[in-house]
């Protein structure tokens, strides 16, 4: 594929998930978990067994017994895509080949992740990891993700072995990811 032409396919594509994007995964989510993050839900009052260093004094001192800050947990997620690109993608409909549809429901997914300010990666695979891209945050690097997905070329007809996608991700990998 010409670089020309890959531009203006990514742009298309781009222009054509962020509808997507805006319209089904709108507004920041918030965790559910309650811990010491920046964001400040809450005022209660305090119960035997929390955390002194949690009291708000302001609001102790005016109704005489302690209260205690609550706050969310901050959650930053990381969005790994596994994406087959063995030689069983160029098949499909009229419509569109599964390779199309895995590109693009790839782009919807690594455009919200990016709206979000999360962090999105990818792994293509044919019966082997063809392509390790590192989980990273911003607008430049989910086109990065789009732009290898489309140039990406059939490398192998298989798909593993006995049919189904079979590997292991070395530990360098995970080793220093952290766990959210």
Same mark, same amino acid.
């Given at each position: 594929m010409?670089?020309?032409?890959?531009?203006?396919?990514?742009? #298309?594509?781009?222009?054509?998930?962020?509808?997507?994007?805006? #319209?089904v @995964?709108?507004?920041?989510?918030?965790?559910?978990?309650?811990?010491r993050?920046?964001?400040?839900?809450?005022?209660?009052?305090? #119960?035997?067994?929390?955390?002194?260093?949690?009291?708000?004094?302001?609001v102790? &001192?005016?109704?005489n017994?302690?209260?205690?800050?609550? @706050?969310?947990?901050?959650?930053?997620?990381?969005?790994?895509?596994?994406?087959d690109?063995?030689?069983?993608q160029?098949?499909?409909? #009229?419509? &569109?080949?599964?390779?199309?549809? &895995?590109?693009?429901?790839? &782009?919807?997914?690594?455009?919200?992740?990016m709206?979000?300010?999360?962090?999105?990666?990818?792994?293509?695979?044919?019966?082997?990891?063809e392509? @390790?891209?590192?989980?990273?945050?911003?607008?430049?690097?989910?086109?990065?993700?789009?732009?290898?997905?489309?140039?990406?070329?059939?490398?192998?007809?298989?798909?593993?072995?006995?049919?189904?996608?079979?590997?292991?991700?070395?530990?360098?990998?995970?080793?220093?990811?952290?766990?959210?």
């Amino acid at each position: 594929m010409e670089t020309r032409e890959l531009l203006k396919k990514v742009r #298309q594509l781009e222009i054509r998930t962020r509808g997507l994007v805006n #319209q089904v @995964f709108t507004g920041e989510y918030h965790s559910v978990f309650k811990g010491r993050g920046m964001s400040f839900s809450e005022v209660r009052e305090y #119960q035997v067994g929390d955390d002194v260093r949690t009291i708000d004094w302001n609001v102790t &001192a005016r109704l005489n017994h302690p209260f205690i800050k609550i @706050f969310e947990e901050e959650r930053e997620l990381t969005v790994l895509l596994l994406v087959d690109m063995s030689g069983s993608q160029y098949f499909g409909s #009229q419509a &569109a080949l599964k390779r199309d549809v &895995a590109v693009e429901l790839s &782009a919807i997914l690594a455009f919200s992740a990016m709206k979000n300010n999360d962090k999105v990666g990818a792994v293509l695979f044919t019966d082997e990891i063809e392509r @390790f891209i590192p989980p990273r945050k911003g607008r430049s690097h989910a086109l990065r993700i789009v732009r290898e997905l489309l140039s990406r070329s059939n490398t192998s007809t298989g798909s593993g072995k006995n049919g189904a996608s079979c590997f292991s991700f070395p530990t360098s990998w995970t080793a220093g990811t952290k766990r959210h």
